[in-house]
């Protein structure tokens, strides 16, 4: 099966740019509600995942933090407990699942690394889900 039958497209899936400042990643991460997010270089590569934890510890490094001093802190300059693990669009199911077993998400990129979208654990998990409801009515 192709891996990008799960693919949810970059042009729907929300991400930051490694040049981003704290205050944005911070507002994007709440305004979609997620817990983790990638994180892209301005070629439009795949550079890592920012993570709540990421974003914790980094914020702790700073005193007097406030929502201004924020425009001034590079989200680069955090560093990352684990970034997620991309797969390249023509990897295989085995490699994808691999990954998503320890990774909400997997970002996938094509064959010169730019981000193209991310495969969430959700849609693989649906999709067995759905596999295994049929061949239970058919036994």
Same mark, same amino acid.
């Given at each position: 099966m192709n891996i990008l039958f799960f693919l949810k497209p970059k042009s729907e899936t929300a991400y930051v740019y490694d &040049?981003?400042?704290? +205050?944005?990643?911070?507002?994007?991460?709440?305004? &979609?509600? #997620?817990?983790?997010?990638?994180?892209?270089?301005?070629? %439009?590569? #795949?550079? %890592?995942?920012?993570?709540? %934890?990421? /974003? /914790?510890? %980094?914020?702790? +490094? #700073?005193?007097?933090?406030? /929502?201004?001093?924020?425009e001034n802190i590079f989200i680069q300059d955090f560093p990352r407990k684990a970034d997620y693990e991309a797969v390249s669009a023509g990897s295989d199911m085995e490699d994808l699942v691999r990954k998503a077993m320890n990774q909400n998400f997997v970002p996938v990129v094509d064959d010169q690394n730019k981000f193209i979208g991310i495969i969430t654990r959700r849609s693989i998990i649906e999709y067995c889900y759905e596999k295994l409801k049929k061949i239970d009515k058919n036994s």
């Open positions: &040049h981003c400042t704290l +205050r944005q990643v911070l507002e994007t991460m709440e305004y &979609h509600k #997620y817990a983790s997010i990638p994180m892209l270089n301005k070629n %439009g590569e #795949y550079v %890592g995942t920012i993570t709540e %934890g990421d /974003l /914790l510890w %980094g914020i702790k +490094r #700073y005193t007097n933090l406030n /929502l201004k001093a924020a």
